[in-house]
Structures are given as C-alpha cells and as structure tokens.
C-alpha cells in the first residue's frame, strides 16, 4: 500500500495549543511527536511506502539534532520517500542516506526527492510537491501538496495532505490526527472539496 503525509513538524513547540496555523493540542512536544508515530503505526506496516512531502522537524530556536530527528523517523513503519520541504536540510538527508538500511530486497528505509515526484493511480497522475502547484486546467491530474497547514488551496485538484489539513471535513470518518492518507481518502478529498467548491464561493479554511 501507498500513503501520503505531509508538515509532522517534530518537536516544533510552537505548534501546540489552539491556533489558527497547525492547532495542535497536546502539553508537550513528547505528547505530539509520540502521538503522530502511534497514528502512523496504526495504518503502516513494514511493507507499505509512505510519501512524507516535506517539513520533518523543526524547533525554532534549536533545530533539532539529526541524531534525534533519526530516533523518531526510525520508529515509524514502512519505507519513506521524503520529498524536500522549506524546513528540511540537505545535511539532514545525508545523515540519513548514511544511516540508512534495507527494509525489504533492494527498497531502503529512506528514500529523498529535492522538488517532487510523479506517480499513476487509478488512472490519475499525482504530482507530489511540498509546496501546492497552479496547475491550470487539468484532467485526471491531481496535487498532492503539504505547506500551508490548516489552510486549503480553492483548487479541487489540489489536495493538501499535512497532519493539519482542514480537507478531512470530506472525509466522512477522518483518521486520528498524524495518519497518513491513502488512495480511497485522497478520492474522498478530491471529490467533497470539487462538489463543495461547485457550490460555494472559495475560501481559504473549511469550519
């Protein structure tokens, strides 16, 4: 199986609490960053892939180190292709491409893009970008995209897929919060968002 995540912000403090970048109720960042390796562990096996698009860690006033960043991304199931975000850092990929193993025959643990990649799904093209795209008028295409938090892009084809994503209101049972997205949830998305925006004239939050 395939999933698809995005902005887990490990240990970035400021994040906690309600607000209205990346509400995030937990006391502590322990709380939060054991909170999205649980959800993530919850749906993820060993065998699956999961695409991170961006913003692993951050801690403002002291990034923190790689070995620490490591201990956390080691905990989490399944082979990880890390698209690169504006938070991440080339040094950080290389400490992991350093530490790095096998998890099955000839897939490492880690796997790192510095812009995007492009795969097929039912008959649909994902480009996966940390920041969204204006992809014009498109067919049978969709941006998968992390960045911009509890916000939305008023493009249905753009489809954010952060932890904090507000466009799990189309989803008629969200997953808990830090779960990775799958296939039949980025439908579910694409298609309450495109029915909404039909409908309504676009925002930037979904209440």
Known sequence: MQYFTADTHFFHEQLLG????????????????????????ARVSDKDIVYHLGDIAMHPSNYPGNDEVFEILKQLNGQIIFIKGNHDNRDLFKFLAKHNWDVFPDKTKFRFHDVGVLIKMNH??????????????????????GHIHHSSVPIAEDINVGIDTPE?????????FGTPFSEAELFAMYAGKKAYLIKNKPFNKYD
């Open 18 to 41: 309600n607000n209205d970048f990346a509400p995030r109720p937990f006391k502590n960042v322990a709380a939060m960053n054991q909170a999205i390796i649980d959800a993530w562990n």
């Open 168 to 176: 799990t209101v189309f989803l008629k049972d969200p997953p808990p």
């Open 124 to 145: 649909f093209q994902f480009f996966m970008t940390h920041y969204p795209m204006m992809m014009g008028i498109v067919k049978q295409t969709m941006n998968l995209h």
